[in-house]
């Protein structure tokens, strides 16, 4: 006999309807999340980066084909960075995730564009001017319904989040209030800022952390030091650290050594430029005992339920307000990540509904709803003792 709904709830300890659950908005996506979440769609290093490297490309050339702001490149790289964390790349093409991505970024930044149209330009990139189509082509009809659909699915991703970060204008002021030249050291950053994107530092570093990176690199490439800069001298006014900055440089240089052909900075300059860079900042963040991925944890590794090996110590980090603890509000047992492998674990059962997510901005409201629907879902019981007198058996 078939188990229905109610039936599978009682089974997991539910009494009546589903709470529900509630997935919390993560504007910062740390390093060993990062991590996590590839061991989980179970990508090689290799392979991610040059997935993740095509598909920016990919966006990168469509925005300049269409005449796009570059806000709308900072958000469809955000997007699609944030979709290959959650979708296996073997259920997509990158092509079509760029693209979607792009597709999304265009309506949240206002510079609304047809997913027939993002189409014709991708397919006219391809081919001679002469063979040029216009939007109207029936080719397009089938693409444009799966652009659509993906962009649902773009949106799940980012937990319907649409705050995003442009480190570009304050770039531009921060040059002009250390005097770098605007055509050489501003130049440069901006272009880094663009480089920038093809890493996962945009995912993990406030606006203020990108934009003091760019500059200060770019004025280490021209040979204009900015001495407060790598003092790190008011980076309380702009609410990051020497070591935040530190990890946003060394991802650009990782950037410019491995992948110089995939850049705009990097190949206008020797990679013994950027090699020479990468060890003063090395020999800076040793003497500073600046680690290579800031607000990490360091897991207990358990053996035999003994204690943790070689001495480690479960190390915790503050909590940021920024960066809410992701958790799956709903009975107040199950939790979840950005990870495939917790959002399999949700399902109940394969064939029948499950509870319905919903997703939100504000953590204190989620604790909050949280704390009010938990009492409707206490199990409680009393105990009664009752004397009941037993018959005697005729004889």
Known sequence: MDLTQSDIAAENGHV????????????????????????????????????????????DSLRKALHLPVRTFNTACVYYHRFRLVHVDTEYGFMDAATAALFTACKIEDTLKKSREILCAAYNQKVTSAE?????????DNPSKAIVGL?????????????????QKLLLKLSKYYHLDRDTVGKTAYNMSLDLYRTFAPLKQTTSTMAIACVELSGRLHERNVQELEAGKGFKKWRTSRAEVMETLLDLLDLYTHHRTYTTVGQEYPIETFIAIRITLNQEASTNDYPRYTNSIKKKTLSNGTKAMNGTKDIKYAKSPLSPQE???????????????????????AGLKEGTVRFMLDPERARDEKKIVAEYFKVEEEEYEVEVEREKRRG
Request: glycine share 6%.
């Open 16 to 59: 009546g309807p589903h709470p529900s659950y509630i997935q919390l908005a993560k504007p910062y996506i740390f390093e060993q999340k990062l991590q996590e979440c590839m061991a989980a769609t179970g990508v090689t290093e290799a392979k991610e980066d040059n997935i993740r490297l095509q598909g920016v490309a990919w966006i």
């Open 132 to 140: 040029h189509v216009s939007q109207d082509d029936p080719m397009f």
């Open 151 to 167: 962009e649902r699915l773009m949106l799940e991703a980012s937990g319907f989040d649409y705050r995003s970060r442009y480190p």
């Open 327 to 349: 958790t799956l509000v709903s009975d107040g047992k199950s939790s979840v990540t950005l990870s495939p492998e917790a959002a399999a674990g949700a399902r109940v059962r």
